[in-house]
C-alpha cells in the first residue's frame, strides 16, 4: 500500500472514531490547516468556520518539515467534504499554483530543515437545497506526504 492510501485510510479511521486533531506530526512533517469564510468577511484564521449555503471559503494550510535533513518531492491533497466545492485559487507561498488540489496531488517541493510552507485554495459551500435541515459539519481532510512519511488533519466548515 502506498504512503498516500496508508494515510488516508488511518485519516478516515481517525475522523470515525471522532479523534481528529488540529495539527498533527507524523514521518518528520508537522501540518495544520486553519479556515476563513470570504463571503462573511471573516479574516481571522480558525480551526472551524461558521458559513452559510452558498459561501465562499478559503483553506490555508501550514506544512513544516521537522528532519535533521531535507526532503524532497512532498506532495499535499485535500479531500473536501461531500458538500463543498473546490472553488481555485490554489497558492503556495503566496504565489499562483496549478491543479485542483482536490483531485489530485500538488507539488509542494522540497523543504530544508525546519523549513515551512503554506498553501491557500478557497471552496464553496453547497446551494440551500442540497444540505440538510438543522447545522451540518463538512469536515475536509488534508495529507502532506512523500517517500520519508507524511502526516494528516481537518478542518470543519459548519453550515
Given at each position: 500500500m502506498n504512503i498516500f492510501k496508508y494515510i488516508m485510510v488511518a485519516s478516515i479511521?481517525?475522523?470515525?472514531?471522532?479523534?481528529v486533531a488540529l495539527a498533527q506530526t507524523a514521518g518528520n512533517f508537522e501540518v495544520t490547516q486553519?479556515?476563513?469564510n470570504l463571503t462573511k468577511q471573516n479574516l481571522a484564521w480558525v480551526d472551524s468556520a461558521?458559513?452559510?449555503p452558498q459561501d465562499r471559503i478559503e483553506f490555508q494550510i501550514t506544512v513544516v518539515w521537522q528532519g535533521s535533513q531535507s526532503t524532497q518531492n512532498v506532495l499535499a491533497r485535500e479531500v473536501l467534504a461531500e458538500k463543498l466545492a473546490y472553488a481555485g485559487n490554489v497558492k503556495l507561498d503566496g504565489i499562483s499554483?496549478?491543479?485542483d488540489i482536490s483531485k489530485e496531488n500538488i507539488s509542494v517541493g522540497s523543504f530544508a530543515s525546519g523549513q515551512s510552507k503554506v498553501i491557500s485554495f478557497e471552496a464553496q459551500v453547497a446551494a440551500a437545497?442540497?444540505?440538510s435541515v438543522g447545522t451540518t459539519n463538512l469536515m475536509?481532510?488534508?495529507?502532506v506526504f512523500n517517500s520519508e512519511?507524511?502526516?494528516t488533519t481537518a478542518t470543519t466548515v459548519q453550515v
Open positions: 479511521l481517525s475522523v470515525m472514531a471522532g479523534q486553519k479556515v476563513r461558521q458559513a452559510d499554483a496549478t491543479g437545497e442540497l444540505l475536509s481532510t488534508i495529507t512519511g507524511g502526516a
